[in-house]
């Protein structure tokens, strides 16, 4: 079966400290997606990235980065230098063939203040 | 307009009446969503639309009832809800139905039912 888990409920930092939310994934299948999203909260969620099971490459953009760990089944996203506008709501998810549906952890709440 | 809209962004109801929730996507996606997100919840699947066909029901009392006149349009038909069913209800739509397909949410529509 399908399961995300983000235990980190609440995470609060300062501005420009660095910050990692956990993601812990379980699933049957070899081939699966992962996926982080953000919600502001204006409410809409937005897509941040996308990765394949068979793609091990960590990833960075800017000041995101991704680890993926399959030894580990962790996909864990850091933000670097944060700022007050990444203060939101942050879930990670998971979809494979089994299912095709995704699978959302319960998601991270992220504050940042000034 | 671009990307997914949602009308209207927050609705009161009474438990006797029937509403509707309007989903567009200007992407040219031929997979649309609904979803619902409540208080201390994950994001949970009601149904899924693919080109159209109903494809997905995640087991959701008959009080919704969705509706999907072309790819680009989704509706919830509400009627006889409970306070319970309060919750953001979310649209999203993707390219194709698939695993590996990323999901482009709308903002939301924040339902408070009296």
């Known amino acids: 079966a399908q399961k995300v888990t983000q235990a980190q409920t609440e995470i609060s930092v300062v501005e420009k400290e660095d910050v990692t939310l956990d993601c812990v994934y379980e699933t049957r299948d070899t081939t699966y997606y992962l996926f982080w999203y953000k919600q502001p909260p204006s409410g809409e969620l937005v897509f941040l990235i996308r990765r394949n099971s068979f793609d091990e490459q960590n990833e960075i953009s800017g000041r995101y980065s991704w680890n993926f760990q399959k030894s580990t089944s962790s996909f864990n996203f850091t933000i670097t230098a944060s700022q007050v506008v990444d203060s939101a709501v942050y879930f990670c998810a998971l979809s494979d063939t089994g299912g095709f549906k995704t699978i959302f952890g319960a998601g991270t709440r992220l504050f940042v203040k000034a | 307009e671009t990307g997914v809209t949602q009308t209207p962004r927050h609705l009161v109801m009474g438990m006797t009446n029937k509403k509707s929730l309007k989903c567009e996507q200007h992407l040219g996606h031929n997979a649309m969503y609904w979803y619902k997100q409540s208080a201390k919840k994950p994001l949970e699947l009601m149904f899924v639309?693919?080109?159209?066909?109903?494809?997905e029901n995640n087991s959701v009392p008959s009080r919704f009832s969705p509706e999907c006149p072309n790819s680009s349009h989704l509706f919830l038909h509400l009627h006889t809800l409970q306070p319970e069913d309060s919750a953001l209800y979310l649209c999203a739509s993707s390219q194709d139905y698939g695993p590996q397909e990323t999901q482009y949410f709308g903002p939301g529509t924040r339902l408070l039912v009296l």
């Open positions: 639309y693919n080109f159209k066909e109903q494809t």
